[in-house]
């Protein structure tokens, strides 16, 4: 029935080491660069924060996406959804162009980055739940997509190193 592999190595003499340097170990990729304004959040974040950055990433960037659901709800056009989520989207969750030059500008895009993945495992526990996260999350992306310059536009689509041309 099952034929023994004697390539294998025993489960009990394997060299597991201390399962404690493995886990407090360094992060081994701690400082992200985050070289344009939209973020397909493919590596999560490893990098040390306190508990109130936390808790206030998640606060905001939860609050900016109940509010696009509740214009998704009632309806409205991009247009009006983009000129009703700008104010909230500049106090809770700024995000400023590459060409701003701004001191500011790796903040921001460190609190989008690991509020999105708090966010991502809060929404994580039901499927209904991921997709909602993963519909509100699309949204905000869009509306940032279509607010973005064209040249940083086309330097994060070309960031991505996709095997295709532009129009």
């Not at 495992?121 to 499927?127: C, G, K, V, W, Y």
């Not at 993963?134 to 310059?149: A, G, I, Q």
């Amino acid at each position: 029935m099952f034929r023994p592999d004697h390539n294998r190595i025993d489960a009990k003499r394997r060299n597991i080491g201390d399962h404690r340097k493995k886990q407090f170990a360094e992060a081994s990729h701690k400082e992200q660069k985050y070289p344009h304004r939209l973020n397909f959040y493919a590596d999560a974040p490893t990098a040390d924060i306190t508990l109130e950055q936390f808790e206030q990433w998640a606060i905001d960037r939860l609050r900016i996406l109940a509010e696009l659901e509740a214009c998704s709800f009632r309806n409205k056009p991009p247009a009006e959804v983009a000129s009703h989520m700008k104010p909230l989207l500049d106090k809770l969750l700024p995000l400023e162009s590459s060409s701003s030059q701004s001191s500011q500008l790796f903040a921001q895009r460190q609190k989008d980055h690991y509020s999105h993945f708090i966010l991502r495992l809060a929404f994580a526990s039901t499927e209904d739940l991921r997709r909602r996260f993963s519909r509100v999350e699309t949204m905000l992306f869009r509306l940032r997509f279509n607010s973005d310059d064209l040249a940083d536009r086309n330097a994060f689509v070309a960031g991505l190193e996709l095997d295709c041309s532009p129009p």
